[in-house]
T-cell receptor, first 115, second 110 residues
Framework: NAGVMQNPRHLVRRRGQEARLRCSPM?????VYWYRQLPEEGLKFMVY????????ESGMPKERFSAEFPKEGPSILRIQQVVRGDSAAYFC?????????????FGDGTRLSIL | RKEVEQDPGPFNVPEGATVAFNCTYS??????FFWYRQDCRKEPKLLMS???SGNEDGRFTAQLNRASQYISLLIRDSKLSDSATYLC???????????FGQGTTLQVKP
């Protein structure tokens, strides 16, 4: 499967635990984006990363959320001390390098449920 | 005001109908636009890019009017399988991120 790979598909955590969401971009894509979709709402941008660099994190909550895209391995979205309001679908997208805005291709998402 | 605004619908149409969705954007820095489709809150899938000159892909036609900051999607000869939520999306090369509209829900009935 050459598409964007996200895992896990579903993740259940208790309040106060940590959630780690992984995303491997499409082959040849060097740009990774994370979006969150709360129940009954549209997708909201969280963060844009390139290898070893955070380009734009204007959509990230100020606390508890962090993201990385290391030189080797998948991009990780990390949520510390989860709360009920973190329950959502988290989508990762990737795009190839290039000038202008490239269409982004999405993974299947991780559905995070907080008990 | 939201950066990308869409009528949420739902639009309920019979098979074979022609349906049009509109979308407005407020950020003139947005340079590229797309229509995505989302089924039952699964992953969004790219439907088509939108150009000022208009573009057509089979039964789907998209149009961008920069002067009015308005984007449209026309679906001809609707199929049951067209039932989905259609997301109007804007992007700026300054930031790379995409700004999604709330989505317009289409339900095609037999």
């Amino acid at each position: 499967n050459a598409g964007v790979m996200q895992n896990p598909r579903h993740l259940v955590r208790r309040r106060g635990q940590e959630a780690r969401l992984r995303c491997s971009p499409m082959k040849g894509h060097s740009h990774v984006y994370w979006y969150r979709q709360l129940p009954e709402e549209g997708l909201k941008f969280m963060v844009y990363l390139q290898k070893e660099n955070i380009i734009d994190e204007s959509g990230m909550p100020k606390e508890r959320f962090s993201a990385e895209f290391p030189k080797e391995g998948p991009s990780i979205l990390r949520i510390q001390q989860v709360v009920r309001g973190d329950s959502a679908a988290y989508f990762c997208a990737s795009s190839p390098p290039g000038s202008g805005v490239q269409p982004q291709h999405f993974g299947d998402g991780t559905r995070l449920s907080i008990l | 005001r939201k950066e990308v605004e869409q009528d949420p619908g739902p639009f309920n149409v019979p098979e074979g109908a022609t349906v049009a969705f509109n979308c407005t954007y407020s950020n003139s820095a947005s340079q590229s636009f797309f229509w995505y489709r989302q089924d039952c809150r699964k992953e969004p899938k790219l439907l088509m890019s939108v150009y000022s000159s208009g573009n057509e892909d089979g039964r789907f036609t998209a149009q961008l009017n920069r002067a009015s900051q308005y984007i449209s999607l026309l679906i001809r000869d609707s199929k049951l399988s067209d039932s989905a939520t259609y997301l109007c999306v804007g992007g700026s090369s300054n930031t790379g991120k995409l700004i999604f509209g709330q989505g317009t829900t289409l339900q095609v009935k037999p």
